[in-house]
């Protein structure tokens, strides 16, 4: 495949607009740096230039825009030679670093499988009880297109889905695996990046608020009980710790919510080693949302 690029006339002073004959991308995706490029050769190539600001590609064509210090009238013809010898001699527009891979598991809750993913998926969980809820992650929404899906639990690499109660896994599973990895492997956009951060507020309960046996209970919910549950799909959240009543509330996710076996897990794991490492402070565990 032999690449030749024609540069067409564009309003928009600062973007270069190169077609081509042959498909560059099925898609539309847009960079703004290299660090956002790494399974894209071309782009990253396109970022050595010091004048590049941001890289789309269209389908059929690539828009790029300069940094207002020169004009593209003095380095179009260049950067269309650059990216023409870069794709003739054998540099890829997209590739693939890592075979993606999706293994369903099955969860302690039978409404619930686990698909977990070699890669990285999303940096906080993430729950969506309806397709309202998960306007903003693509993946969530899609997967709500089926409809025997209920509810999507998301976390690091895993996604945890509740199947309707009339329907069944055995029928199923095959089906969702491959769709989420038809939909990775194709590099669709996972979740809103904007939504999908460290410090979102909406994840957390602010634990410089808290009082002292709170701090405690967050920080054992978070390192000795957080690890387990997401082993098994699922998530558990501090809620709130009631100092006269000693009652801890906690919030289950995922695989946990609505499990058959849930309430004995927080009986008889969960409230346990609570009372274990805080004597006399913890008289019982509840999960406000069963």
């Known amino acids: 495949m032999k690449f030749k690029f024609e540069i067409l006339e564009n309003e928009d002073k600062n973007t270069l607009v190169l077609s081509s004959d042959n498909e560059i991308y099925t898609k539309r995706v847009s960079f703004t740096d290299d660090s956002e490029a790494e399974q894209f050769p071309l782009i990253k190539q ?16 690539i828009l790029i825009e300069k940094l207002d210090f020169l004009e593209w009238k003095d380095v179009q013809d260049e950067v269309v030679e650059q990216i023409e010898n870069f794709l003739n001699n054998g540099g890829l527009i997209f590739q693939i670093n890592n075979p993606i891979t999706i293994y369903a598991e099955n969860t302690p809750n039978p409404a619930v499988i686990k698909f977990v993913a070699n890669k990285k998926l999303v940096n906080i969980p993430h729950e969506f009880k309806d397709a309202e809820s998960s306007r903003y992650c ?13 509810e999507i639990y998301i976390d690091f690499n895993f996604i945890s889905i509740t199947i309707n109660k009339n329907y069944s ?76 009543s000693h009652e801890v509330k906690v919030i289950l996710q995922g695989a946990c919510s609505g499990c058959p076996s849930s309430t004995y897990t927080l009986k008889n794991g969960i409230e346990s080693m609570l009372k274990d490492y805080l004597p006399g402070k913890i008289s019982n565990v509840v999960a406000i949302n069963g």
């Open 46 to 61: 396109l970022f050595f230039l010091p004048f590049i600001k941001s890289v789309i590609l269209d389908k059929h064509l």
């Open 138 to 150: 693509k993946i969530a929404n899609a997967l709500f297109n089926h409809d025997f899906v209920t």
């Open 169 to 244: 896994w055995d029928e199923h599973t095959m089906e969702i695996r491959e769709f989420i990895l038809s939909y990775i492997r194709d590099g669709n956009e996972i979740i809103d990046p904007n939504f999908d951060l460290e410090n979102n507020i909406s994840h957390s309960i602010d634990i410089d608020k808290m009082d002292e046996t709170s701090k405690q209970i967050a920080k054992l919910i978070d390192d000795q009980i957080k690890p387990a549950v997401a082993s098994d799909g699922g998530n558990i959240l501090f809620q709130s710790y009631d100092p006269e």
